[in-house]
């Protein structure tokens, strides 16, 4: 998910780390520290269209080292969250370092997660611009519930229950959407998927050459 610019900044005392408040957290999360940056998946791939496989061994490097490197590559391409099929893999894991409208930021990922909403007399629908790492340069305006919950584990296999509201809730539903298969996309109307279409088309390569930058400068280049 692409991040609004117009976002608050968020304040070092307010961070949710893994749902949890606590005191600080480094700009860099420790995760993308150890990570490296791989190539971000775009509308047309294949992987991006069919639902990830659950996650059966926790635990392991292999999960770990996956994690890592979806930190690491969503803050390269200057994101608020990014799903394991967005770097070509298959399985259901997201991560997020995505502030609310309170200017909270929250940092974090989960395994196998499962998307609640509130039912339809409590739901509260909010038009705001959304973005995509796969769609680069495109945002358009999209209704989304204004509260969701995802449950599901951490690396570790502990249970783990996220709660997010406004903008952080949209991240929520909208790494979720991705690991189902779905883009933001197809969520729009003809005319706005269309327009959503040109105008990555006309910014891509802007966009991608603003990746590569930022990922020499960290010394990481695109694995």
């Known amino acids: 998910m ?3 610019h117009d976002r608050p900044r968020p304040t070092d005392r307010r961070v949710r780390l893994q749902g949890v408040p606590v005191d600080s957290h480094p700009a860099l999360p420790p995760e993308a520290e150890r990570g490296s940056v791989r190539r971000v998946t775009e509308v047309g791939e294949e992987v991006l269209r069919r639902p990830c496989r ?3 061994a926790f635990g392991t ?3 770990s080292a996956l994690i890592d490197d979806l930190f690491l590559t969503m803050h390269v ?3 608020a ?3 394991a099929n967005q770097i070509g893999v298959d399985l259901g894991v997201f991560v997020w370092d995505c502030l609310d409208d309170a200017g909270i930021r929250h940092v974090g990922h989960i395994v196998n997660p499962v998307l609640e909403l509130p039912g339809p007399g409590a739901r509260r629908l909010v038009d705001d611009l959304e973005g995509c790492l796969s769609v680069p340069g495109a945002a358009m305006s999209l209704p989304r519930t204004d509260h969701a919950v995802v449950r599901g584990f951490d690396l570790t296999g502990s249970p783990l229950l996220i709660e997010g509201t406004g903008y952080f809730a949209r991240c929520l539903q909208h790494e979720s959407d991705h690991l189902a298969g779905h883009l933001y996309l197809d969520r729009l109307s003809r005319r706005d998927r269309k327009e959503a279409l040109r105008e990555t088309a006309d910014r891509r390569e802007e966009v991608l050459a603003r990746r590569s930058v ?3 400068g960290l010394g990481r280049p695109v694995a």
């Open 61 to 63: 490097p292999e999960l």
């Open 77 to 79: 391409a200057e994101g």
């Open 214 to 216: 930022k990922a020499a």
């Open 54 to 56: 659950e996650v059966t």
């Open 2 to 4: 692409s991040v609004r």
């Open 81 to 83: 969250g990014l799903a």
